[in-house]
């Protein structure tokens, strides 16, 4: 039996392991996790499920049902086993319909999440889920890592029940171990994406940001490169600059970057890093801002997408820029009207100036394209239009290349994240016309505002680059009740598409 750890918030260490027992019901753990499916007469055991039952009489799912248990996605219950199990607990987590071929890892991933989140404070659990090969055994692996993560540094008082300090994943399929590896891998990556964006900006300014992208990132095996304030300025960085001028806390550009010998691909990720968001002199009103922790979400899931490549070790070249600034209003800071010019040389207006993101935006956009890559991806907690379109689960991606497009959205699919492609509009760009610049930061009209920025941003993608833009200003910071293995607060949103994106590269 081999064992891989993943290190969540606040030093907890939840260790993964890998059995492949068939006999769940003399497993020695603290709690066992069972699935159950809906069925016409009521809740019907899942694989993995079948042993159990028949240790407790045959009476499973008609405990279930006297106890208003259907099997829906989402359900939970705890029974205590009274001897018939080694485990004295027994968590059953509903799985919805029985499927008619193969379970969507989705499901097993909430599942999982579900269950170890419902079992904080159990030092041990075991998962007997449906992980019938290895891709769906690190779904299990991964949804129950997430599902267990919590963020504590800052509590003091009250009692907090700790996270599941060991799981086990019961599965004897092929190939299982690489997949609880892989997993492992990419909840760290997640449970640090999460971390930072659940810190106070009073502890995570540009500066901050970018040394632990720099300790982090070369301890995982990448270059990093940092660029201050006056090396900003006198490369020509106007965006970042002018976004980060309001501020006591300077902006920082981090160019993060891996190299495998074998590469055929490069790929580059540009990440929206602004590490609080008042909105600048263009004030955001009070009831908007209180998040705007969350707005740098996208350089965290850059930051967390190439540690996670390195650490995986694909056969990809990668590049990651991480575009840190503070938009804060001050006598120093831009005004509605003033001019900059961007590192791609263009000018522009800045109508708006909490329309910020789309000008750090477009300076690692075209930073990027020096280093003539494959394709640019951009994400970004861009415009509250994308939460008017799409909700809070879903993230929006533009490009100028439709199978690119389809391609990210795939990608997203493939690792439970829920993604749209959406189009770019020819008909916006004029409104984006300005008299006195090459271009203005801000359409006119407020319809289509999510269409509007990506449009903007395409305009500083350098020529014969594919490139596409990942706006999931909802689906980076969980506002509502945890769900699956989403937390309240940060959700690490994007970092598995990325990931799932250089493997595609790297194939």
Same mark, same amino acid.
């Given at each position: 039996?081999r064992?891989a750890k993943?290190r969540?918030a606040?030093?907890?260490v939840t ?8 006999n769940a019901?003399?497993?020695d753990?603290d709690?066992?996790v069972?699935g159950?499916?809906?069925?016409p007469?009521?809740?019907r055991p899942?694989?993995?499920a079948?042993?159990?039952d028949?240790?407790?009489g045959?009476r499973?799912a ?5 106890m208003?248990v &259907? ?7 705890k029974?205590p086993?009274f001897g /018939?199990?080694t485990?004295p607990?027994?968590a059953?987590?509903?799985l919805g319909?029985?499927?008619e071929g193969?379970y969507d890892p989705?499901?097993l991933?909430r599942?999982?999440g579900?269950?170890?989140?419902a079992?904080a404070?159990?030092?041990?659990v075991?998962?007997? $889920?449906?992980?019938t ?13 997430l ?6 540094p800052?509590r003091t008082t009250?009692e907090?029940?700790a996270p599941?300090a ?12 690489a997949?609880?590896e892989? /997993? ?5 990556s ?6 930072l ?7 995570l300014w540009?500066a ?5 992208a720099?300790?982090t990132?070369s ?8 660029l201050d304030e006056?090396?900003?300025k ?5 965006g970042?600059v002018?976004v980060?001028q309001?501020s006591v806390n300077?902006?920082?550009l981090?160019r993060?970057?891996?190299s495998?010998?074998?590469a055929?691909?490069t790929i580059a990720?540009?990440? &929206?890093?602004?590490t ?7 004030? &955001?009103?009070?009831?908007?801002m209180?998040?705007m922790?969350s707005?740098m ?7 967390g997408?190439l540690?996670?490549i390195?650490?995986?070790?694909? &056969?990809?070249n990668?590049v990651g820029?991480l575009c840190?600034?503070e938009?804060m209003?001050?006598?120093t800071?831009q005004?509605?009207?003033d ?10 207006e800045?109508?708006d ?5 789309r000008?750090v ?6 930073r990027?394209g020096?280093d ?6 951009d994400i /970004?907690?861009?415009?509250g239009?994308?939460i008017?379109?799409?909700?809070w689960?879903?993230?929006g991606v533009?490009?100028?290349?439709? %199978?690119l497009r389809e391609?990210?959205?795939q ?6 994240e829920?993604?749209?492609?959406m189009p770019?509009?020819? %008909? $916006?760009?004029?409104g984006?016309?300005?008299p006195i610049a090459?271009?203005?930061?801000l359409?006119?009209e407020?319809f289509g505002?999510m ?7 395409r305009?500083f993608?350098p020529d ?5 833009h990942?706006?999931?200003?909802g689906?980076?910071?969980n506002?509502?009740e945890?769900h699956g293995y989403?937390?309240k607060?940060g959700?690490?949103?994007i970092t598995?598409?990325?990931v799932?994106l250089a ?5």
């Amino acid at each position: 039996m081999r064992t891989a750890k993943a290190r969540l918030a606040s030093g907890d260490v939840t260790t993964v392991r890998l059995n492949s027992t068939d006999n769940a019901v003399s497993f020695d753990t603290d709690a066992l996790v069972v699935g159950v499916h809906t069925g016409p007469d009521g809740p019907r055991p899942a694989p993995g499920a079948e042993s159990v039952d028949e240790a407790l009489g045959g009476r499973l799912a008609a405990t279930l049902d006297a106890m208003g248990v &259907k099997g829906k996605p989402g359900e939970i219950a705890k029974l205590p086993t009274f001897g /018939a199990l080694t485990a004295p607990l027994l968590a059953v987590v509903g799985l919805g319909d029985a499927p008619e071929g193969d379970y969507d890892p989705e499901t097993l991933r909430r599942a999982a999440g579900n269950a170890t989140r419902a079992l904080a404070g159990t030092a041990r659990v075991a998962l007997a $889920l449906p992980a019938t090969d290895a891709e769906r055994v690190g779904a299990v692996a991964l949804g129950g890592l997430l599902g267990a993560y919590s963020f504590t540094p800052y509590r003091t008082t009250g009692e907090q029940a700790a996270p599941v300090a060991e799981l086990t994943v019961l599965s004897g399929a092929d190939g299982a171990q690489a997949a609880i590896e892989r /997993a492992t891998t990419v909840a760290e990556s997640v449970s640090l994406v999460r971390d930072l964006v659940n810190t106070p900006p009073s502890d995570l300014w540009p500066a901050r940001f970018a040394e632990i992208a720099e300790q982090t990132g070369s301890k995982a095996g990448l270059s990093v490169e940092v660029l201050d304030e006056k090396a900003l300025k006198e490369q020509g960085f106007g965006g970042i600059v002018a976004v980060g001028q309001g501020s006591v806390n300077p902006p920082r550009l981090v160019r993060l970057a891996y190299s495998h010998p074998e590469a055929a691909k490069t790929i580059a990720f540009v990440g &929206k890093g602004i590490t609080f968001d008042s909105g600048g002199l263009s004030l &955001k009103p009070a009831a908007a801002m209180d998040w705007m922790k969350s707005d740098m979400g996208g350089a965290g899931a850059v930051f967390g997408a190439l540690v996670a490549i390195a650490r995986l070790g694909l &056969k990809v070249n990668a590049v990651g820029y991480l575009c840190l600034a503070e938009n804060m209003p001050s006598g120093t800071a831009q005004r509605p009207s003033d001019v900059f010019t961007s590192y791609a040389g263009k000018t522009v207006e800045v109508l708006d100036t909490d329309a910020e993101g789309r000008l750090v935006l477009i300076d690692g956009i075209a930073r990027a394209g020096q280093d003539n890559p494959d394709v640019i991806v951009d994400i /970004a907690t861009l415009t509250g239009a994308q939460i008017v379109a799409l909700g809070w689960r879903t993230a929006g991606v533009m490009a100028n290349d439709d %199978e690119l497009r389809e391609e990210v959205v795939q990608a997203a699919g493939e690792q439970g994240e829920a993604a749209w492609g959406m189009p770019l509009p020819e %008909e $916006l760009r004029k409104g984006l016309d300005s008299p006195i610049a090459d271009i203005a930061n801000l359409h006119p009209e407020r319809f289509g505002g999510m269409l509007t920025a990506a449009v903007f941003l395409r305009e500083f993608v350098p020529d014969g680059i594919r490139w596409a833009h990942i706006d999931m200003a909802g689906p980076a910071f969980n506002k509502g009740e945890p769900h699956g293995y989403t937390p309240k607060g940060g959700t690490g949103a994007i970092t598995r598409t990325l990931v799932g994106l250089a493997e595609r590269y790297a194939s």
